[in-house]
């Protein structure tokens, strides 16, 4: 296990020249040792652009950057002591796996001996043991990806960050990649910072998540947390899959997951604690140990249940029922308009 560190971002702000906007306002995040934690957003959110200021690529208008309470806003790169894993490998095409690895470790004047030692570690790690002596375009591009985060960690850095690192794979390769990504973390123990636009892999990977929009934070928390108690009606929509409905009061919403959405018909009675809308199916498909089942709400709102494949109920397109949630399952949000207002109040 590698010594943990934590990163501490302040009232970080940056401009790009003739932008109408900054591509950060005024972030403020603590990362805490060892964790690790996801940038996710879509693009132009601000997510890579806070990734780079932390490893030093771009520079802050305003605010700065501290690992262990030491300030870094104005180092080199190369002196913040960073891994850094990027979507393109730059892996270099006429050294082998174990040269490719060892080059940080040759750049950072390490004896041979100790050379052999870390790489022969990492490659474990990676479990590419087998693969030393192959040269890049003889491997996968999961492979190629592997030998990058060995690359990154060989000399143990302070900390890892990960841009998009798996955009470039099929998604069979980079589901299987994101459980190596979480093995790693785990057996290593550093601290991880991961950018990336797939909610699915953020839900996977995180300890905790950043949901970025227009240069800004807009919650932080666990995957459970964002997940069931999303703050806005941005975050509901962005991570996972919601049932958006208008709530009691002017500028409220109310979210149900599609989990948590059941189907009864349309005479039906209700439970004390349930609540109720009329609804018309408009799709159903299979997706494995559920149904997905598409609905139109009474009051145009357009939504989704998840039911499990051998619910008795048989279920047509066209079909007018009766979508039912438990009280406790509904989550009231603000819509965006009023998050925006109230955090400029």
Known sequence: MMKKHSIKISNATRYYPGAAKPAIDDISLDIAPGEFMTFLGPSGSGKTTLLSIIAGFVGLNAGSVEIDGQDITNLKPHKRDLGVVFQQYALFPHMTVFQNIAYPLRQRGVSRAEIETRVKRVLDLVQLGDFAHRLPRQLSGGQQQRVALARAVVYEPRALLLDEPLGALDKRLRDRLQLEIARMHRELGMTF?????????????????????????????????????????????????????????????????????????????????????????TEISFAGAHLKVGLAFSGGETGLSLITAGNPLQLQRGEEVLAVWSRANQHTVMNDDQVAAASKS
């Open 193 to 281: 910072v991961f950018v990336t636009h797939d909610q699915e892999e953020a839900l996977t990977l995180s300890d905790r998540i950043a949901v970025f929009n227009n240069g800004k934070i807009m919650q932080v928390g666990t995957p459970t947390e964002l997940y069931r108690s999303p703050n806005s009606l941005f975050v509901a929509k962005f991570l996972g899959e919601s049932n958006i409905m208008e709530g009691s009061s002017r500028g409220t919403n109310v979210i149900v997951r599609p989990e948590h959405i059941h189907l009864k018909m349309p005479t039906s009675k209700l439970g004390e604690n349930e609540l109720s809308k009329a609804a018309r199916i």
